[in-house]
């Protein structure tokens, strides 16, 4: 097998890959473009690496991966840290492996921060109900850490004048407090099951522990278990009663412009679990229900061929 010199010494010849010219990099103005740069220069220097140990280390991963993107020509690494280059996502993802640093940092030195992805859900309102990993990748909330003393949990009180100091809390530390397996669920912009306790737009805490439907025992609706149910259709939020055992009826709010629906179970119907938590956003009134009749688009979302009566029916 032939050998080249490649970095520290003579490399198998299959180590060698085509590198991109670091023209192929998208430059993008600003300054955070160029602090990335230099924080991944004294990173570099910081290790004692040469631009030749990166490029042989990131002809490596390449090649594990077989994808060439993966590898970092001196002339590219150049470029991403002295001209305010930005590197792929292949290439960051290489420098992060041979940098020991998590890519979130990575990303968060060229303005993109994965801890953000809660405050940018509300630019978008899809309008069917689906289970939501969006917030899987967080790594730290912002979160109150230190109250004023006067406060009294008793009292009604505008929380944000009692709280004197908020910052951002690692995950990790929040662990202790887990006791049951959760999965996160949205409520579509045009889903009115559950309207007006789960108004659309609403997100739910789904504890799929409890997936079994509860036959009775609750003194009004508030107490009555709600549940998050994955059918052929997609996911609804909604009360259950289970008269036969091959039987579920999804049963919507009375207020709700929805019908109930009977469903074989388990072939048509899947309760994940109970609703034990919700997000709901307030203030943000629309006229939901006229709304809701005049698209056809609503009825598939939550119903499967059942139309919805017009209001005062």
């Keep these: 097998m032939g050998r080249v010199c490649f970095g520290h010494g003579f490399v198998p010849q299959q180590l060698v890959v085509k590198f991109c010219d670091c023209s192929c990099l998208h430059e993008i103005a600003g300054?955070?473009?160029?602090?990335?740069?230099?924080?991944?220069?004294?990173?570099?220097?910081?290790?004692?690496?040469?631009?030749?140990?990166?490029?042989?280390?990131?002809?490596?991963?390449?090649?594990?991966?077989g994808n060439d993107?993966?590898?970092?020509?001196?002339?590219?690494?150049?470029?991403?840290?002295?001209?305010?280059?930005?590197p792929s996502i292949f290439r960051l993802y290489s420098l992060a492996a041979i940098y020991r640093r998590d890519i979130r940092e990575l990303m968060s030195w060229y303005g993109v921060d994965l801890n953000e992805t809660a405050s940018d859900?509300?630019?978008?309102?899809?309008?069917?109900?689906?289970?939501?990993?969006?917030?899987?990748?967080?790594?730290?909330?912002?979160?109150?850490?230190?109250?004023?003393?006067?406060?009294?949990?008793?009292?009604?009180?505008?929380?944000g004048r009692m709280v004197e100091d908020w910052g951002m809390v690692p995950l990790?530390?929040?662990?202790?407090?887990?006791?049951?397996?959760?999965?996160?669920?949205?409520?579509?912009?045009?889903?009115?099951?559950?309207?007006?306790?789960?108004?659309?737009?609403s997100f739910v805490q789904?504890?799929?522990?409890?997936?079994?439907?509860?036959?009775?025992?609750?003194r009004s609706e508030y107490e009555r278990p709600i549940y998050f149910v994955e059918t052929r259709n997609g996911h609804v939020c909604c009360w259950c009663t289970s008269n036969k055992p091959e039987e579920i009826i999804l049963q919507p709010h009375p207020l709700s412009p929805v019908t109930a629906r009977v469903l074989r179970y388990?072939?048509?119907?899947?309760?994940?679990?109970?609703?034990?938590g919700v997000a709901i956003r307030l203030g943000d009134w629309r006229p939901v229900f006229d709304a809701a009749i005049n698209s056809k688009a609503h009825e598939a979302l939550?119903?499967?061929?059942?139309p919805i009566p017009p209001l005062g029916s």
């Excluded at 300054?31 to 220069?41: F, I």
């Excluded at 030749?52 to 594990?64: G, N, Q, T």
């Excluded at 909330?141 to 009294?152: A, I, T, Y």
């Excluded at 789904?206 to 609750?218: F, I, L, Y």
């Design 31 to 65: 300054d955070s473009m160029w602090a990335g740069g230099q924080n991944l220069r004294v990173l570099r220097e910081q290790l004692g690496l040469t631009m030749k140990d990166v490029e042989y280390a990131s002809a490596r991963i390449a090649l594990k991966h």
């Design 172 to 201: 990790a530390y929040l662990t202790r407090f887990e006791s049951f397996q959760y999965t996160y669920g949205y409520i579509g912009s045009e889903d009115l099951t559950m309207y007006p306790i789960l108004p659309p737009g």
């Design 121 to 159: 859900l509300d630019f978008v309102a899809p309008p069917k109900s689906h289970v939501s990993e969006a917030l899987a990748n967080i790594s730290a909330v912002r979160m109150p850490v230190r109250l004023d003393p006067s406060f009294d949990p008793r009292r009604t009180v505008n929380f």
């Design 266 to 276: 388990p072939q048509e119907a899947e309760v994940i679990g109970q609703v034990v």
């Design 302 to 306: 939550n119903l499967d061929d059942v």
């Design 206 to 218: 789904v504890d799929e522990v409890k997936n079994k439907v509860a036959d009775g025992g609750w």
């Design 69 to 86: 993107e993966f590898a970092i020509a001196p002339s590219a690494l150049s470029g991403i840290e002295t001209k305010g280059l930005v």
